[in-house]
T-cell receptor, first 114, second 112 residues
Framework: GENVEQHPSTLSVQEGDSAVIKCTYSDSASNYFPWYKQELGKRPQLIID?????GEKKDQRIAVTLNKTAKHFSLHITETQPEDSAVYFCAASSSKGGGNKLTFGTGTQLKVEL | DAGVIQSPRHEVTEMGQEVTLRCKPISGHDYLFWYRQTMMRGLELLIY????????DSGMPEDRFSAKMPNASFSTLKIQPSEPRDSAVYFC??????????FGSGTRLTVV
């Protein structure tokens, strides 16, 4: 089955700096890669996703890049703000065979310091 | 749409008791997932359904866990008997192939 590895497990940045979180996946059939943000005590919420037919997607201060050859994808947050502090999860899934099962990374605790 | 609705939000029960968690997916979503989240193991997929049919239950930890989806708008996850190590936050999520998951607010289960 799919295996998703995520690094780093914790990340501390100064407000205004950029943050980068990296993930690798094992199943070459995976074609959908979402990122979730989970604030303390709340549900994971989808913040951005990318499909395998594109290499990069951007939404305001967040962007995701995908390298299918190397089987890795990254989340980039620019101009970080205190409200960006949360746990971020990457995930991967394949629609092969009609499936839609997301495999999650272990999460990155991002702390944006003033 | 009210999103994915889970109940109860919090459950405290004694070891050995039966616990039933409930989920109402988003209307029109044909996939439903049950996840368990702990500090040690992160987000673990327990079981998922497609069009009310269980597709993969390989994540269900033991026979004490069971899940059903009698119709497109309702699913239950049952633990019988419960044990302290079952304490976790249980999330239900729903999706269609075209969209990412939408998670419910979760049920925080504490077994004492």
């Amino acid at each position: 089955g799919e295996n998703v590895e995520q690094h780093p497990s914790t990340l501390s940045v100064q407000e205004g700096d950029s943050a980068v979180i990296k993930c690798t996946y094992s199943d070459s059939a995976s074609n959908y890669f979402p990122w979730y943000k989970q604030e303390l005590g709340k549900r994971p919420q989808l913040i951005i996703d990318i499909r395998s037919n594109v290499g990069e997607k951007k939404d305001q201060r967040i962007a995701v890049t995908l390298n299918k050859t190397a089987k890795h994808f990254s989340l980039h947050i620019t101009e970080t703000q205190p409200e960006d502090s949360a746990v971020y999860f990457c995930a991967a899934s394949s629609s092969k065979g009609g499936g839609n099962k997301l495999t999650f990374g272990t999460g990155t605790q991002l702390k944006v310091e003033l | 749409d009210a999103g994915v609705i889970q109940s109860p939000r919090h459950e405290v029960t004694e070891m050995g008791q039966e616990v039933t968690l409930r989920c109402k997916p988003i209307s029109g979503h044909d996939y439903l997932f049950w996840y368990r989240q702990t500090m040690m193991r992160g987000l673990e997929l327990l079981i998922y359904f497609n069009n009310n049919v269980p597709i993969d239950d390989s994540g269900m930890p033991e026979d004490r866990f069971s899940a059903k989806m009698p119709n497109a708008s309702f699913s239950t996850l049952k633990i019988q008997p419960s044990e302290p190590r079952d304490s976790a936050v249980y999330f239900c999520a729903s999706s269609s192939l075209a969209y990412g998951y939408t998670f419910g607010s979760g049920t925080r289960l504490t077994v004492v």
